[in-house]
């Protein structure tokens, strides 16, 4: 395209010139002084063009940007401001950061929620709070209601106050237990050895029928009774997280894009208002003798 553009003067002018001249000129191309039939026999409507194109005035580029509107533009939409300054191609790069962005957020927090519904539909099954709430009564030595109606949720058979007043009298215990539904809830029982013994796989020594000497032996034990229901649960409820996390992580890269952008198409846009034309007309001898042709010189700065 280069070499094109060159062989294009080259037939429009018979001499060209190319160089780093001072950025501006003393007065305005279109006040230049010339032979107007001249100019029109070796370059048409181009000089005209030029003598009347208000984007070059002083060899300075009067289509300037907004740094600030530029900024702003891609705060709110990447790649708005670059396309605003000129960049098309960077701007898409933004827009398209900004597009799987998002779309890493909802696929991956969809994800959390689907697999945070599992793990619950999960505990809801396996986990009692009754289970655990007569391994207190019978280990512990806690009077803990229990609702004898079986056909009620266990969750709704336990006296929750009662619960967590005998659990903060428990030095071993490092947690009380949350209400039934909340996050901390479903955190805890999947997390905290002392819930160990709510869920269905886990069997108390004597069976809820301890002898003397198995009280203390079963206070020691459930510590290092973690069962296979416990552990499955855990990793479920771990996986979640992480999903979570992801959909977290692309929610930073997200924002980040928004900053990375604004300050990239201010940038561009400053660097546009720095661009600078200049064209200038002169007469030289022609090299077959005195006759004056014009010349112009083409530089544009950076």
């Keep these: 395209m280069e070499k094109i553009k060159y ?17 501006f000129m003393s007065v305005p191309v279109y006040q230049s002084i010339f032979d107007h039939d001249v100019m029109d026999y070796y370059s048409g409507s181009f000089v005209e063009t030029i003598e009347f194109n208000e984007d070059v ?18 705060a709110v939409v990447p790649g708005a401001g670059e396309v605003y300054a000129g960049r098309w191609w960077r701007g898409l790069l ?5 597009v799987t962005g998002w779309g890493f957020y909802i696929h ?7 697999q945070t ?15 655990y709430a007569r391994w207190l009564n019978v280990y512990w030595g806690a009077n803990i209601f229990i ?4 056909t009620l949720p266990p969750w709704e058979r336990v006296d929750w106050n009662e619960l ?6 428990i030095s071993q215990f490092s947690h009380r237990l949350e209400p039934f539904g909340t996050q901390q809830y479903y955190e805890l029982i999947g997390k905290y050895p002392q819930y160990t013994r709510g869920w269905e796989d886990s069997n108390p020594i004597g069976n809820f029928e301890p002898a003397e000497n198995q009280l203390r032996a079963e206070q020691d034990a459930y510590f290092d009774d973690i069962t296979e229901m416990f552990s499955f649960y855990s990793g479920k ?49 022609d090299l077959y003798g005195e006759r004056f042709v014009p010349m112009m010189k083409l530089s544009i700065g950076f």
Excluded at 57 to 74: E, H, P, Q
Excluded at 117 to 131: E, F, G, I, P, S
Excluded at 164 to 169: A, V
């Design 7 to 23: 062989i294009l003067i080259l037939v429009l002018f018979p001499v060209l010139s190319i160089a780093a001249e001072p950025p």
């Design 57 to 74: 005035y002083y060899g300075v580029n009067t289509r300037r940007k907004s740094s600030l509107l530029a900024g702003f533009m891609s």
């Design 94 to 98: 933004h827009f398209g950061l900004e």
């Design 108 to 114: 991956y927090n969809a994800e959390g929620d689907d």
């Design 117 to 131: 519904k599992r793990y619950q539909n999960y505990a809801d099954r396996y986990w009692d709070v009754t289970k």
């Design 147 to 150: 609702n004898p109606d079986d």
């Design 164 to 169: 967590n007043e005998f659990e903060y009298t």
């Design 237 to 285: 409820r771990g996986y979640a997280n992480t999903l979570y996390a992801r959909a977290h992580n692309a929610v930073i890269v997200v924002f980040l894009n928004h900053f990375a952008s604004a300050f990239h198409a201010a940038f561009l846009a400053h660097r546009f208002n720095q661009t600078q034309l200049r064209v200038d007309l002169e007469n030289r001898k």
